[in-house]
């Protein structure tokens, strides 16, 4: 069986091109290709999903908004833990913050100081949080968040948009096409993205194309004897909704009393600190979190309305309770983590700062791609930069399909070769970032187009 491609040609010419001695390549080269031997693929991460654009080094360590290779390269990072890393690598206040709790211990099977804390931030700053619960994971806190839907009104199905990504789970690993890419079932009809789903699981899950409300509102009616709720990613895998869209699922959801639980793993603590439903001014029943929660440090949490979260009570009546526990859930590193992440994000100006970053960062790019006569539509919103090259408007998962994304993977791999990480799209930003990083990434992004356009590589 294959696995990671030998060492090639084209991993040594970028070696000489950055001037990294050849002994330093080849071991560098040798301990990608040793991943294969102990871990299938060599791999456990998104970016090496496809063998051909896994990178073509290994980090020893991070700092700021750089990574470092064990060939000696230095990297900029706008990849960042795909938005984990809002204050960038390492940090100091949550490493100090880390080093100190795990110095204390870190699980106690009982409720931890700093979760408390962090519970109490969190209920400050997320508009519709009550009450929070700490998981281990992006997908755990949607396993939890559909749970407890599900417990609340007694119902079964789940609507979400097709493209969305929601996690690994079977619950909700439908229509997001990372398995099959051409296939097209009618709506509201739901898609395995996986073999190893369950039959049987995609009747519980409805399937509604991105930013259209009349057609959401038909499946909605017509499901509404069975439906427990509905999930969205407020930035759909970096495309915005339309002026109204939120508010009006938000008025769809309150007409038909069905729970509308907003995914913010991508979008919390990042669009702003109160997250999506605090950028939008639309307050959902349900949130879930991850990501930028924890500065890498492995959380997740699902944060909503004190009748719903009374589920999680264990003074609750039997008929109104659910199961959820988990070994690690809380644990204090990662609630320590989190509270030094949030403090830091609370500093002033920090918004202002990601904001006024990403949107000089688009207007950048936008303006490098007309200049190489790429049609392109820039999307995404705040400090999530994405765009698709096509002329016409993407507004949801099939016409971004309708793109050349061979392109952007063509690009995300030229920006590796000029000491850029990312570039492919979705691209984020920390408050490590600032100006010296935006034009590191702009001329980066000038020196990769015009190498695909002198390789011929632009177009196709
Ligand atoms: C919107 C959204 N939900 C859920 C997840 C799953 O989170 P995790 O990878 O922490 O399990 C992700 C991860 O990419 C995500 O972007």
Redesign the pocket.
Known sequence: MSSRSEPTAEHAEIAEDQGIPESSASSAISAVNQAAEYLPGGTYHTLSQNPDSAPEFLFSHGSGAYVYTTDGRRLLDIMLG?GSLMLGHCPPSVVEAVKAQAERGNTFTHVTQPAIELAKMMVEVVPCADKVRFIN???EA?MLALRLVRAYTGKNKVLKFEGA????ADELLFSTNYGYPDRWPDYPAADPDSLGIPAGRQDHVLIAPWNDLDLTAEIVRNNLDDLAGIIL?PVMRGLSSRPGFMEGMRELATEHNVPLIF?E??TGFKLALGGAQEYYGVTPDLATF??GLGSGYPI?AVAGSEEIMSYLDPASPDDARIFSLGSFHGNAVSTAAAVATIKGLREPGTYEHLTSYGNRLRDGLEELFQRFDLPVQMTGEANTVEWFFTTEPVTDYRSSLATNRGLKDRLAAQMRRHNVFGGGGRLGSSTAHGDTELSLTLEAMEASLVSLRDSGGLSG
């Open positions: 795909h994971s992006g997908t949607v990504y929601h996690g690994f990613e995914d793993v991508g991850g990501k997740g």
